[in-house]
C-alpha cells in the first residue's frame, strides 16, 4: 500500500518562502499523478497544485499561481512544492496525495498523507 509522508512545513513571516516534500513508500509514485491539498482553519480541503505523472504537466489554483511551483523527482519517489511570497491566507494544513487522474479535484485521488502545518504570520 503506498504511504504519503509531508515534510517542510513551519512558521514563516509573509513574503517568506517553504519547500514542502512528500515522500513516498510502498509503491512507485512515478505511476501517479500527485496533488498538493490544504485546508485551511474552518474551510474545506481546496487542490492547490497537481502534476502528471512524467512531471511534463503542471496546474495551479489561480491563488497560488506564480508563487508556488511543484516538481517531482521520480529517483527519488519524491514530490515538492515550492511556495514563495507567502500570504498569511496560505495558513493551512497542506496534504500530498497520489491518484489516476491529473485535477485539483480532491474526490480523484485515491493515497493521503497526514499533512503538514504551515503558518504565514509576522
Known amino acids: 500500500q503506498l504511504q504519503l509522508v509531508e515534510s517542510g512545513g513551519g512558521l514563516v513571516q509573509p513574503g517568506g518562502s517553504l519547500r514542502l516534500s512528500c515522500a513516498a513508500s510502498g509503491g512507485t509514485l512515478n505511476y501517479y499523478t500527485i496533488g498538493w491539498f490544504r485546508r485551511a482553519p474552518g474551510k474545506e480541503r481546496e487542490g492547490v497544485s497537481c502534476i502528471s505523472r512524467g512531471g511534463g504537466s503542471t496546474n495551479y489554483a489561480d491563488s497560488v499561481k506564480g508563487r508556488f511551483t511543484i516538481s517531482r523527482d521520480n529517483a527519488k519517489n519524491t514530490v515538492y512544492l515550492q511556495m514563495n511570497s507567502l500570504k498569511p491566507e496560505d495558513t493551512a494544513i497542506y496534504y500530498c496525495?497520489?491518484?489516476?487522474?491529473?485535477?485539483?479535484?480532491?474526490?480523484?485521488?485515491?493515497?493521503w498523507g497526514q499533512g503538514t502545518q504551515v503558518t504565514v504570520s509576522s
Open positions: 496525495a497520489a491518484g489516476r487522474v491529473q485535477s485539483l479535484t480532491t474526490a480523484l485521488y485515491d493515497y
